[in-house]
């Protein structure tokens, strides 16, 4: 595996392979890479001629008070990890690079960008739109890959992608999950050991959501009182949200007679947490 850190030697790399018919497959991290990752970049791999990664912990995304200087790095250990699926190349920028000063081109996709996460974040997902917008000029993916673990975000590149004319397939990839549930993630590194017990409540209260649409229950209001309810059987889960919307528009559905998406973010302590079920009425 190639490591790059120059934005200008990664494009002409790119430029070059693209030429010679290459096709390329791009999988753009914040790195403490886990299974989640390693599933998007074993689809990719398998895809594409080439399979490009990066890692770059993006300060544009987060907010003021969030965790942007103790986000986990780990990078030696990526590497290893990288090495073992078979990546070719790393790409791995540093934030003066990407972002040197007097930097002021933001992009934002305006309606998908406001509820749910976007209500609590403000800014984040300009931040995400605006970096991946430069991780695709500079890696000139032919594929890249996302997780429905962050469903929005995937929703919000696919609608970049299409809105500005990108030459690049957007791919949704499934959310890996521990054993008991709880969706694979860097922030869970941040769980104590408590915490980590009760965490498994965020995915068991979708499946609970999940069953009653099974059974034809059609108010989202029902679904939602009882999501809630099954995560305050946890005195240490705050909810930021818990919303069924509609998974193109992601907004609020009156009624269940398609398929939607419930959504949720919660605090476990400290740690913010999101996850998401994707749920077809039984017909
Ligand atoms: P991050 O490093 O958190 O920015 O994530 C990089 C990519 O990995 C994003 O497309 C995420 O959606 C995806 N990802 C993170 N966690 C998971 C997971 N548990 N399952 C599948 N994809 C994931």
Redesign the pocket.
């Known amino acids: 595996m190639k490591i790059i850190q120059s934005p200008q030697e990664m494009q002409e790399i790119s430029a070059g392979l693209r030429i010679s018919k290459n096709t390329i497959g791009f ?6 890479l ?4 390693l ?2 970049i074993q689809k990719c791999r398998k895809e594409n001629d080439t399979a490009v990664v990066s890692i770059f912990v993006n300060p544009i995304q987060f907010g003021p008070s969030e965790d942007y200087q103790k986000y986990p790095r780990s990078l030696p250990q990526d590497k290893k990890l990288l090495e073992s699926v078979s990546a070719d190349f790393l790409f791995v920028p540093e934030a003066n690079e990407m972002f040197p000063f007097g930097y002021q081109t933001k992009i934002t996709v305006e309606s998908l960008s406001a509820p749910l996460c976007g209500k609590f974040r403000p800014g984040h997902f300009q931040g995400v739109a605006t970096i991946v917008m430069k991780l695709f000029h500079i890696v000139i993916p032919t594929r890249a ?6 469903y929005q ?2 929703r919000i590149i696919k609608q970049m992608a299409a809105d500005l004319n990108l030459p690049v397939e957007i791919l949704p ?5 521990e054993p008991d549930g709880l ?4 922030r869970n590194q941040y769980l104590s050991a408590l915490e980590r017990k009760h965490a498994p409540l965020v995915y068991q209260s979708l499946l609970e959501g999940g069953k009653l649409v099974e059974k034809k229950e059609k108010k989202p209001e029902v679904i939602r009182t009882a999501v809630i309810k099954k995560l305050q059987e946890s005195s240490l889960i705050s909810i930021e949200y818990v919303e069924i919307v509609h998974p193109e528009t992601l907004v609020p559905v009156r009624e269940i007679d398609e398929t939607v998406l419930l959504a949720l973010a919660v605090r476990i302590g400290k740690t913010r947490l999101i996850d998401n079920l994707m749920i077809q009425p039984a017909s």
Do not use: I, N, W
């Open positions: 999988v753009p991290t914040m790195g403490a886990h299974q989640g990752h599933s998007l890959y996302f997780g429905e673990k962050d975000q995937f990839c499934p959310t890996a999950r969706a694979v993630s860097s």
